[in-house]
């Protein structure tokens, strides 16, 4: 019960904000022309269905090759600090072995 109070009132503050929101009357005219210029695109696949599917398989290949490449950079940024991150530590040891040598005094004389 508590559920459906929830979205009805979340269906009620959307309907109510947008009608709020439309009171602006460049927002008025933003949403008119979206609206008619995606019924018309909506339109023609409708018509034309081959070019729906078309074009979501177009979309998803682009899709697909934007979120390889952003993988491909991630492992190699990754790949570079796995690198500064080992370079630093052999960087430590050498400094942890000069100051042993330096503390040690039978390697002193």
Do not use: C
Request: charge should be neutral.
């Amino acid at each position: 019960m508590g559920q459906q109070k929830l979205w009805k009132g979340v269906v009620i503050g959307a309907l109510v904000g947008g009608a709020l929101v439309l009171i602006d009357r460049d927002t008025r005219q933003y949403v008119g022309t979206r609206s008619r210029e995606a019924g018309t695109k909506y339109k023609g696949y409708v018509t034309n269905p081959s070019d729906a599917i078309h074009s979501v398989r177009v979309n998803y290949e682009q899709f697909s090759k934007r979120v390889s490449k952003g993988l491909e950079d991630l492992i190699e940024i990754l790949n570079k600090a796995e690198d500064i991150l080992n370079r630093v530590g052999e960087i430590n040891q050498e400094v942890e072995q000069q100051l042993k040598a330096v503390d040690d005094p039978k390697e002193a004389s």
